[in-house]
């Protein structure tokens, strides 16, 4: 009866620790236990041994390294065996193919113990194999969707920097594949949206969601809180607005719709929107569309000053001459650091670029009125290759040879007009009385502050921006001069504390006033001849 009862109570006790050893194995599976190295160091204990896990390379996962036999596990890795055991004097050792089917290599479970493998052992050492696999295929495929995550992310910056230099045949080659018809438009728009950096993943994914499929979703490489979004069609706007009122504390900018060669400019009008958003109770902005200054400048002058003052540029291999030119454009509307990481480049190679353009054009970007003058015959240059300006060709071919096809008075009229055009120097395109009386009413808005706004933006102007430089002209400090100028921004609803266009329009406006000197730009004269460039 002793015995029967012993038997009887050892059978219970045998029953119990099966039950529990089961028990544990199984909370390795749940979503809060899954560790392969715990596992491993789990499965050692139980046996009361020790327990290692090699993945198909050889390389070392978990537990302790061991002396294992490694033709054995060369055999098991490659699926020749699914296991096998030995025994020395030591004690003994049981190894197991843990992971693909044959013929893809596995990784190789090795159990050392003293005693010898019993059912038990058996069994827990064969169940625990199962779940290790099980775990080993689930972390494959979370790294697996991680990297084409992280594949996909990157092609959707590829693609937004190739839209930033204006390479919309390549940007659209790419995006043809993974996306078909994405960027199958003429025209697009940009919007930026700002949050916690810390959130900026989720906020990507909810971006996708919300515009379902109908938007190019980009991390921002320049800013951690961004998530650029060049949007086609126009029903993603409201969608996305309803995702800033379900997320507090973002922000959404948007530009007005540009052609897909101007994603770049869109973009700058998209940071603009944010500063406006910051102060609406909605959070969200749209880039209203204002009159820039040089839509007041006469078309066919703007064109030849433009054409003659990049002329340096065009002795430059096409695709030389277009690298340089997407680099500046950038390099004059942010930081060096922020457009080398929209490039893809580093901050050198733009400086570097933007260093040639200075070079050929012999100008200095240190100057703001220079840069603002340079800008502007960049943007008008992309204008034209966009197409913008066609119209205004067209009105001029009819107004050469007269409505009634006779070439004489107003033909001989035409030309001189045309002559007069080509020798347009930049005083003469900021002396127009439209583009005078814009930019006294811009001006004229900072009169009513008492601390005299203008007076300390001219001179922050002449200062290239240099707060402590203004602040020495002016006798006062150079955080007063910045808070004025941060003062000025809402009055003329431009960002001037950052490089862009609102800053260069400003500037344009005090060129136009005469309230500061332009620039001496040694292409600026059409009388001069061109000197020799080296570039």
Not at 164 to 178: K, Q, S, W, Y
Not at 276 to 287: C, E, G, I
Request: charged content about 25%.
């Amino acid at each position: 009866m002793a015995g029967q009862e012993g038997g009887a109570g050892g059978g219970r006790a045998q029953g119990a620790g099966d039950s529990t050893w089961a028990q544990e194995l199984l909370d390795h599976l749940r979503p809060t236990g899954r560790d392969i190295r715990r596992l491993v160091a789990w499965l050692g204990e139980t046996v009361h041994g020790t327990a290692s896990l090699h993945d198909d390379a050889g390389t070392l996962v978990a537990g302790p390294r061991m002396p294992l036999d490694e033709t054995l596990v060369a055999d098991i890795r490659v699926g020749r065996i699914a296991s096998a055991a030995s025994a020395d004097g030591d004690g003994h050792v049981r190894l197991l193919r843990v992971g693909h089917p044959a013929p893809a290599a596995a990784g190789v479970l090795a159990v050392a113990r003293p005693d010898p493998f019993d059912r038990r052992t058996s069994d827990i050492l064969t169940h625990t194999a199962q779940v290790l696999e099980l775990l080993l295929r689930a972390r494959e495929t979370t790294a697996a969707d991680r990297r084409l995550k992280r594949a996909t992310s990157d092609l959707r910056l590829a693609i937004l920097q190739l839209l930033m230099v204006e390479d919309t045949v390549a940007a659209r080659r790419v995006a043809a594949g993974l996306w078909p018809g994405l960027l199958d438009t003429d025209t697009a728009c940009v919007y930026v949206l700002e949050g916690d950096a810390a959130e900026r993943d989720r906020l990507a994914e909810e971006c996708l969601g919300v515009t379902r499929g109908r938007a190019l979703v980009v991390r921002c490489p320049a800013m951690d809180g961004h998530v650029i979004l060049v949007v086609v069609g126009d029903t993603s706007g409201e969608a996305l607005r309803s995702l800033v009122d379900r997320n507090p504390g973002t922000l959404l900018g948007g530009s007005a719709h540009q052609s897909l060669a101007r994603t770049a400019a869109a973009y700058g009008q998209a940071v603009s929107a944010l500063a406006v958003a910051r102060v609406r109770p909605d959070r969200a902005a749209v880039y209203a569309e204002r009159t820039h200054p040089e839509r007041l400048m006469d078309p066919a002058a703007l064109r030849a000053w433009t054409a003659r003052l990049l002329r340096p540029l065009d002795t430059l291999p096409h695709h030389t001459r277009a690298e340089l030119l997407a680099t500046t454009r950038l390099g004059l509307e942010f930081t060096a650091v922020s457009a080398a990481k929209v490039l893809g480049v580093s901050r050198n190679t733009v400086r570097a670029r933007m260093e040639r353009v200075e070079a050929l054009l012999r100008t200095d970007f240190t100057d703001l009125t220079v840069r603002a003058t340079v800008h502007l015959a960049l943007s008008t240059q992309v204008s034209l290759a966009d197409g913008q300006d066609r119209q205004d060709g067209q009105d001029g071919q009819d107004g050469e040879g007269g409505e009634d096809g006779r070439g004489g008075e107003g033909g001989r009229d035409g030309g001189r007009a045309d002559a007069r055009q080509t020798r347009a120097r930049l005083g003469d395109l900021l002396a127009g009385p439209a583009l005078e009386a814009w930019a006294r009413e811009l001006l004229g808005r900072l009169d009513s502050d008492a601390r005299d706004l203008r007076r300390t933006l001219r001179h922050w102007i002449a200062a290239g921006g240099n707060a402590e430089r203004a602040a020495q002209t002016l006798a006062v400090h150079a955080q007063t001069v910045r808070e004025h100028v941060r003062s000025a921004e809402p009055v003329l609803e431009r960002r001037l504390l950052a490089s862009g266009s609102d800053l260069y329009e400003v500037v344009l406006a005090h060129l136009a006033t005469g309230a500061l000197e332009p620039p001496a730009l040694p292409r600026d004269d059409p009388g001069q001849p061109d000197a020799p460039v080296h570039g």
